[in-house]
């Protein structure tokens, strides 16, 4: 771990999901082997590419400009790339993530800021084995992240006020990081295989690594800010 500067002690912890629970990149890339195509690291990117310029129109399911992105960089039947998009919530989780977060559950609620569907909640929350405090995704923002508005949403339904207590968990800058510091939350990046590094507050290598961090401050300082 590695600290920048102090934060406040979390009444919220919100993350990104695919990409820092989930393992997005390992997931998409088996389920295009599974179902026929070829695809590695460079491919990867040109998929997570498209799907960007795609969130930032109007709205659409995540499974859908999941299944675009296929058919538009590799040429997929609809009916396969659907398939994929749709099968999103059973990618891999990391396998840090379901121990990372039953600890952090038990210092402050932890809430999912995604760029998915409903449904991929379901099956991520199946996987981990219990259900977080509370799973906000585009579906129902109809809006995708990095746009304000996910944050004023997720403000509205947590009533927790904007701050230094609320942590943001995630792998991606670009995505997240920027905007939650922006707006004066304190900012986590974890270590993932494929990520985007930025300005933090915090640098973890796993969740498990944060989650442990956060207990031993807790035990040396119970009462103070972290």
Known sequence: ???VEP???PRLFTLDIFGTVVDWREGLLAAVRANGGKAGPAEFQAIIDHQADAERASYRPYAEIVAESL???LRMSRARARAIGDGAGGWPLF???RDG???LLRMAPCVAMTNSDARHGSAVQRQLGFQLSDWICAEEVRRYKPDVAFWHAARARSGVPFGPHWWHVSAYADYDLETASRLGLSVVFVERPHSVP???LRRARDLRELAAWVEHISEESPTSAL
């Open 7 to 9: 934060a406040e002690r």
């Open 71 to 73: 058919k538009r960089v």
């Open 95 to 97: 396998p840090d993530a």
């Open 198 to 200: 930025g300005y933090a």
């Open 101 to 103: 977060l039953r600890r």
């Open 1 to 3: 771990m590695t600290r």
